[in-house]
């Protein structure tokens, strides 16, 4: 059984940092396209950021490119999300997701992660 | 990139049909056939209900189905039930490893 599990969310000031974590089992994570999604309160769904399996591809919304550093550790089966200059409009429930890369969907989530800026 | 636009409410009476529809540009849902829809409920995680426009994953109920016409997809649901009422969300790969989402449809089972 495939599980994605998020770690790392909570509160942080503005212009802060913020790390978050995805621990993956029951899959092979080193053959996947792994993506953040992120979810605003009460807000639908934005994709944040995508990394594929050997870590040499890598995009990022416009919203967080230049903050954001998405990485994994293949022999961690994790993967991160490195938060900087954190903004009020970053508030968010962050999710990972797995992405079939061929076919453009997300078959896996986990149960996300809150994330709060605010002073 | 702008989100694709969803109807942000729909409704039926168990039993009856209902259709979401997503309607985007021809760099994402006119572009690819690679559009997406995702059932959420409240405090849950997005669950995959069709992909690649039309395909159903294992498990999902064969009430659901998926179209596509021009920019604009739709996702049908049929034979309402209780258990359907959840906001969807549709999406579309949009070149370059882009993904973008639509703002999210709640379904009211009357």
């Known amino acids: 059984e495939v599980q994605l599990v998020e770690s790392g969310g909570g509160l942080v000031r503005p212009g802060g940092s913020l790390r978050l974590s995805c621990a993956a089992s029951g899959l092979t994570f080193s053959t996947y396209t792994m993506i953040w999604v992120r979810q605003a309160p009460g807000k639908g769904l934005e994709w944040v950021s995508s990394?594929?399996?050997?870590?040499?591809?890598?995009s990022y919304s416009d919203s967080v490119k230049g903050r954001f550093t998405i990485s994994r550790d293949n022999a961690q089966n994790s993967l991160y999300l490195q938060m900087n200059s954190l903004r009020a409009e970053d508030t968010a429930v962050y999710y990972c997701a797995r992405w079939r890369f061929s076919e453009k969907y997300c078959d896996f989530w986990g149960q996300g992660t809150l994330v709060t800026v605010s002073s | 990139q702008s989100a694709l636009t969803q109807p942000p409410s729909a409704s039926g009476s168990p039993g009856q049909s209902v259709t979401i529809s997503c309607t985007g540009t021809s760099s994402d849902v006119g572009g690819y056939n690679y559009v997406s829809w995702y059932q959420q409920h409240p405090d849950k995680a997005p669950k995959l209900m069709i992909s690649e426009v039309n395909k159903r994953p294992s498990g999902v109920p064969d009430r659901f189905s998926g179209s596509k016409s021009g920019n604009t997809a739709s996702l049908t649901v049929s034979g309402l039930q209780a258990e359907d009422e959840a906001t969807y969300y549709c999406s579309s790969y949009a070149g370059t490893n882009n993904l973008v989402f639509g703002g999210g449809t709640k379904l009211t089972v009357l």
């Open positions: 990394i594929g399996p050997t870590s040499t591809s890598v």
